[in-house]
């Protein structure tokens, strides 16, 4: 059992940044993929970045690419996703979540087996 709690999220103004943490239980999260997912209101939920399980490979949506970075502590438990240059766009719930398999930069929501309750983050003009 993994569970997952997100944080950071808040009130931002555009090209501002912030920083999301998602703090982990369950010991195999060292040997977990982790993946950011965000969804705003009335739209589907959409990938955003993920990282295999030593960090060694990432993969991220084509609308954050050069100004999100994920990253992850295994000795924490951790996984963040630092926005940069943020967009009213960007405006949405952000969840967190778990992929066990770990060698692979999970894209699909039904890649994923475990899921966070999300962090609000509102960037406004």
């Known amino acids: 059992q993994v569970q997952l709690v997100e944080s950071g999220g808040e009130l931002v103004q555009t090209g501002g940044s912030l920083r999301l943490s998602c703090a982990a239980s369950?010991?195999?999260?060292?040997?977990?993929?982790m993946g950011w997912f965000r969804q705003a209101p009335g739209k589907e939920r959409d990938f955003v970045a993920a990282?295999?399980?030593?960090?060694?490979?990432?993969y991220y949506a084509d609308s954050v690419k050069g100004r999100f970075t994920i990253s992850r502590d295994n000795a924490k438990n951790t996984v963040y996703l630092q926005m940069n240059s943020l967009k009213p766009d960007d405006t949405a719930v952000y969840y967190c979540?778990?992929?066990?398999?770990?060698?692979?930069?999970?894209?699909?929501?039904?890649?994923?087996?475990?899921w966070g309750q999300g962090t609000q983050v509102t960037v406004s003009s």
């Open positions: 369950g010991r195999t999260f060292s040997s977990s993929t």
């Open positions: 990282i295999n399980w030593n960090g060694g490979s990432t």
């Open positions: 979540a778990n992929d066990r398999t770990g060698w692979r930069t999970s894209r699909r929501e039904y890649e994923y087996q475990y």
